[in-house]
């Protein structure tokens, strides 16, 4: 089962199978409730760490398949997706209700790793099937009038190029999801790289998520 998370809620998705995943979802949680050691208990002060818990979802222990590509989604239970007796809906409830996602994974040619993108499909019935302009490019409508924010940690790339095609990526997953943050036209600085530096990714966390502080209210659907 899915940890329980309410608004205010970081979700942390990650492969717990990996070490370095492992080390970045610490370390977040960590900035989150420094005085805490990493865990994921909520602070006392009156910056956005008092009003901020880490849920942490190791997606390799949950069971979630893969999407079919029916578009049943949309078009047959909209907003549910028809694959039952796993977590795929449950996992887009408690996107919802968070404050901000944030995805951490494997740099893959360039993309997400075989798990975290397993996750990142099975969100798509959050959207809506019709389209919006976007900065002149065609994306998805927003189904909910609130989504969370929506940051990347990503390791393991193998060349400055597929580092450099993984910001372009995660950017555009960004716009599509509809993440309150990209309104600002610069959304990679919500993809970080992980190179071992555990006080440089707490400062990049640190600083992004405070800058949407503002985005901390909205309804959840039931």
Same mark, same amino acid.
Not at 27 to 42: E, L, V
């Given at each position: 089962?899915?940890?329980?998370?309410?608004?205010?809620?970081?979700l942390v998705l990650y492969d717990g199978r990996?070490?370095?995943?492992?080390?970045?979802? +610490?370390?977040?949680? +960590?900035?989150?409730?420094?005085?805490?050691? &990493?865990?994921?208990?909520?602070?006392?002060? %009156?910056?956005?760490?008092?009003?901020?818990?880490?849920?942490?979802?190791?997606?390799?222990?949950?069971?979630?398949?893969?999407?079919?590509?029916?578009?049943?989604?949309?078009?047959?239970?909209?907003?549910?997706?028809?694959?039952?007796?796993?977590?795929?809906?449950?996992?887009?409830?408690?996107?919802?209700?968070?404050?901000?996602?944030?995805?951490? %994974?494997?740099?893959?040619? &360039?993309?997400?790793? +075989?798990?975290?993108?397993?996750?990142?499909?099975?969100?798509?019935?959050?959207?809506?099937?019709?389209?919006?302009?976007?900065?002149?490019?065609?994306?998805?409508?927003?189904?909910? %009038?609130?989504?969370?924010?929506?940051?990347?940690? &990503?390791?393991? +790339?193998?060349?400055?190029?597929?580092?450099?095609?993984?910001?372009?990526?995660?950017?555009?997953?960004?716009?599509?999801?509809?993440?309150?943050?990209?309104?600002?036209?610069?959304?990679?600085?919500?993809?970080?790289?992980?190179? &071992?530096?555990?006080?440089?990714?707490?400062?990049?966390?640190?600083?992004?998520?405070?800058?949407?502080?503002?985005?901390?209210?909205?309804?959840?659907?039931?």
């Amino acid at each position: 089962m899915l940890p329980t998370t309410t608004l205010k809620d970081i979700l942390v998705l990650y492969d717990g199978r990996e070490g370095e995943a492992r080390a970045i979802s +610490g370390a977040i949680s +960590g900035a989150i409730n420094p005085d805490d050691g &990493g865990a994921a208990a909520a602070g006392s002060r %009156s910056d956005y760490r008092s009003a901020a818990t880490a849920s942490l979802v190791d997606v390799s222990g949950i069971p979630v398949r893969d999407c079919c590509g029916c578009f049943g989604c949309w078009v047959r239970t909209p907003g549910l997706c028809i694959l039952t007796g796993d977590e795929g809906n449950e996992l887009c409830h408690r996107t919802l209700e968070a404050r901000a996602v944030v995805f951490i %994974s494997r740099i893959t040619w &360039g993309g997400y790793s +075989g798990a975290i993108k397993t996750v990142a499909d099975r969100m798509l019935p959050l959207l809506h099937p019709d389209f919006r302009r976007v900065n002149g490019a065609m994306h998805h409508r927003m189904r909910y %009038s609130r989504m969370p924010r929506l940051l990347t940690v &990503g390791y393991g +790339g193998r060349t400055a190029g597929e580092e450099e095609t993984f910001l372009r990526y995660t950017a555009a997953h960004r716009t599509n999801f509809g993440a309150p943050d990209d309104r600002n036209g610069n959304s990679t600085r919500f993809t970080t790289i992980w190179r &071992g530096d555990t006080g440089a990714l707490r400062r990049w966390f640190t600083a992004v998520i405070a800058e949407g502080r503002r985005d901390t209210t909205g309804e959840v659907p039931a």
